[in-house]
T-cell receptor
C-alpha cells in the first residue's frame, strides 16, 4: 500500500535561514508520481511541483529546490533564504500508476513551517 | 480564470440537518474528488469521480454521498451530519486520473462545524 511520511510535524526558523522539509514514501509500483503542495494560512492548497519516478533530476525554482532519491525513497524540499511568506503547511503526496483500486493522491500529514522575522 | 469553486466557505450546522457542499470547475476536467483535512491526519479522500455518472468511494466515505450529473459539478452531500464530520473539506479536479500524474487543482476549502 502506498504511504507518505513527513516526520517533521513543525519546523520553526528565522528569516533567511535555509530549511529542508523531509518526505519519505512507500510504494510497490515502479511508476509513480510525487507532488508537493503548499497550504498558506489562508487555507487553500497550492501546487508546487510534480515529479515522476523515472526522473531523478533535482529541480530548482527560485529559492525552492527538490531532491528526489529513489534509493532512499525520499523527495525532500529545501527553501533557501526563507522568508516570512514561506510560512505554511507543506504536504508531500504520492500517486501510483497501477495503484489497484486507488484513484487518488496519498498525502503525508504535512509539516507546519513557521518563518520568524 | 480557471478555478475550482466551493460553496459555502464556512458552515455551522446542527446534528442531523442535511446539507450540501457544492463544487464546480470550469476547466472541463474529467476527474473530481473530495478530501477532508483533519489535524494530525492530513488529507483523506472521501469520494471521487472519473467522469459523469461515474463515482466511487475513497478512504473515508461513511456518512457522505456524491453525484456527478454534469461534468463541471460534484456536490458533496451529508444526509445526517454528525459532530465527527466537523472538518475542512476540499474539492479537487484534474484533467485525467491522478494515476497518470495529473495535477490536481483544489478549491479554497469549506470549513464545516457540526454541533
Amino acid at each position: 500500500a502506498q504511504k507518505v511520511t513527513q516526520a517533521q510535524t513543525e519546523i520553526s526558523v528565522v528569516e533567511k535561514e535555509d530549511v529542508t522539509l523531509d518526505c519519505v514514501y512507500e510504494t510497490r509500483d515502479t511508476t509513480y508520481y510525487l507532488f508537493w503542495y503548499k497550504q498558506p494560512p489562508s487555507g487553500e492548497l497550492v501546487f508546487l511541483i510534480r515529479r515522476n519516478s523515472f526522473d531523478e533530476q533535482n529541480e530548482i525554482s527560485g529559492r525552492y529546490s527538490w531532491n528526489f532519491q529513489k534509493s532512499t525513497s525520499s523527495f525532500n524540499f529545501t527553501i533557501t533564504a526563507s522568508q516570512v511568506v514561506d510560512s505554511a503547511v507543506y504536504f508531500c503526496a504520492l500517486s501510483e500508476v497501477s495503484g489497484g483500486s486507488n484513484y487518488k493522491l496519498t498525502f503525508g500529514k504535512g509539516t507546519l513551517l513557521t518563518v520568524n522575522p | 480564470e480557471a478555478q475550482v469553486t466551493q460553496n459555502p466557505r464556512y458552515l455551522i450546522t446542527v446534528t442531523g440537518k442535511k446539507l450540501t457542499v457544492t463544487c464546480s470547475q470550469n476547466m472541463n476536467h474529467e476527474y473530481m474528488s473530495w478530501y477532508r483535512q483533519d489535524p494530525g491526519l492530513g488529507l483523506r479522500q472521501i469520494y471521487y469521480s472519473m467522469n459523469v455518472e461515474v463515482t466511487d468511494k475513497g478512504d473515508v466515505p461513511e456518512g457522505y454521498k456524491v453525484s456527478r450529473k454534469e461534468k463541471r459539478n460534484f456536490p458533496l452531500i451529508l444526509e445526517s451530519p454528525s459532530p465527527n464530520q466537523t472538518s475542512l473539506y476540499f474539492c479537487a479536479s484534474s484533467p485525467i486520473s491522478p494515476r497518470r500524474g495529473s495535477i490536481q487543482y483544489f478549491g479554497a476549502g469549506t470549513r464545516l462545524s457540526v454541533l
